[in-house]
T-cell receptor, first 113, second 113 residues
Framework: NAGVTQTPKFQVLKTGQSMTLQCAQD?????MYWYRQDPGMGLRLIYY???????DKGEVPNGYNVSRLNKREFSLRLESAAPSQTSVYFC????????????FGDGTRLSIL | QQQVKQSPQSLIVQKGGIPIINCAYE??????FPWYQQFPGKGPALLIA?????SEKKEGRFTISFNKSAKQFSLHIMDSQPGDSATYFC????????????FGSGTQLTVLP
């Protein structure tokens, strides 16, 4: 039972390049989330998906897009990467919205030069 | 705007000591207060959570104390061990609408052997 799996684990991009971060969960959870973690700032929500077919903006959505491909998969896309998007990105899932525990993947470490 | 303020930023204790990490929140609508533990290279994992109808919750060596009137809550780790060395994040959210976890900035705990 893998839980939440994120790929890739590491990535280096040049400014202006695009890429998609992949996330898949095998816990049959309805809700999924994308966070970024920066030193001294905790985790900040980028986008979330309450259920398959829905997505909503979080605290810091600018420069990102998401796709809830199916119940298992939730991807995050950077269309034109900027150095300010250098961060560690975490995907999480929970049974539903509401006060439910969120289960996190191990992150994607993204550097943009 | 930082809705959950966490202190201290880092903390060093001897084995067997009782580290205390504090968090203060601003939004009185918050009604769910989890603590997450994160080891290097891993995603955060839920440690313990409390709701505002109780003033204290214990799970093993971990205790949350909650002061609703002061809008503060804290994590105490009894008989701390080197294996507890990690980064700890407090968080808060509210039910009723689409829930978003607001995280504190994190505390890096080191327990010396």
């Amino acid at each position: 039972n893998a839980g939440v799996t994120q790929t890739p684990k590491f990535q280096v991009l040049k400014t202006g390049q695009s890429m998609t971060l992949q996330c898949a969960q095998d816990m049959n959870h309805n809700s999924m989330y994308w966070y970024r973690q920066d030193p001294g700032m905790g985790l900040r929500l980028i986008y979330y998906s309450a259920s398959e077919g829905t997505t909503d903006k979080g605290e810091v959505p600018n420069g990102y897009n998401v796709s809830r491909l199916n119940k298992r998969e939730f991807s995050l896309r950077l269309e034109s990467a900027a150095p300010s998007q250098t961060s560690v990105y975490f995907c999480a899932s929970s049974e539903s919205l509401g006060n439910q525990p969120q289960h996190f993947g191990d992150g994607t470490r993204l550097s943009i030069l | 705007q930082q809705q959950v303020k966490q202190s201290p930023q880092s903390l060093i204790v001897q084995k067997g000591g009782i580290p205390i990490i504090n968090c203060a929140y601003e939004n009185t609508a918050f009604d769910y207060f989890p603590w997450y533990q994160q080891f290097p290279g891993k995603g955060p994992a839920l440690l313990i959570a409390i709701r505002p109808d109780v003033s204290e919750k214990k799970e093993g060596r971990f205790t949350i104390s909650f002061n609703k009137s002061a809008k503060q809550f804290s994590l105490h780790i009894m008989d701390s061990q080197p294996g507890d060395s990690a980064t700890y994040f407090c968080a808060a959210s509210r039910s009723g609408s689409a829930r978003q976890l607001t995280f504190g900035s994190g505390t890096q705990l080191t327990v010396l052997p």
